[in-house]
């Protein structure tokens, strides 16, 4: 399965937990997609298990080569995060990958 295709299946699933979830993304390769797969199931979760999933989902992130790839992906936790309703949490995620952009040249 491909890593586009992997990270759709979240959206038809449901997981009982982030380890759940976590685990199941990490066939994911590159850490863009899973990032996203992990925020997509993350945001079906209990606030406690989502905010767990979320820093799975920036780790992820942070795997990929450079600034770029690494905070374009946070839109998908920051989202996961606010959506169950962790909103301080969402915002500390965005102020990080705010600072981090700052430091993308093109």
Same mark, same amino acid.
């Given at each position: 399965?491909?890593?586009?295709?992997? =990270?759709?299946?979240?959206? *038809?699933r +449901?997981?009982?937990? +982030?380890?759940?979830?976590?685990?199941?993304?990490? /066939?994911?390769?590159?850490?863009?997609? =899973?990032? *996203? #797969?992990i @925020?997509?199931? #993350?945001?079906?979760?209990? /606030?406690? *298990?989502?905010?767990? #999933?979320?820093r799975? &989902?920036?780790? &992820? %992130?942070?795997?990929?080569?450079?600034?770029? =790839?690494?905070?374009?992906?946070? %839109?998908? /936790?920051?989202? @996961?995060?606010?959506?169950?309703?962790?909103?301080?949490?969402?915002? =500390?995620?965005?102020?990080? %990958?705010? +600072?981090?952009?700052?430091?993308?040249?093109?």
């Amino acid at each position: 399965m491909s890593d586009t295709t992997h =990270r759709n299946s979240v959206n *038809q699933r +449901s997981f009982g937990s +982030s380890k759940e979830l976590v685990d199941y993304c990490k /066939p994911i390769e590159q850490g863009w997609f =899973r990032c *996203q #797969a992990i @925020a997509i199931g #993350a945001a079906k979760l209990d /606030p406690e *298990q989502c905010e767990i #999933a979320c820093r799975a &989902a920036v780790k &992820a %992130a942070q795997s990929e080569s450079d600034a770029y =790839r690494q905070v374009t992906p946070l %839109a998908w /936790p920051i989202e @996961a995060l606010a959506s169950v309703g962790l909103v301080k949490q969402a915002h =500390r995620l965005a102020d990080e %990958a705010l +600072s981090l952009a700052m430091t993308i040249t093109p």
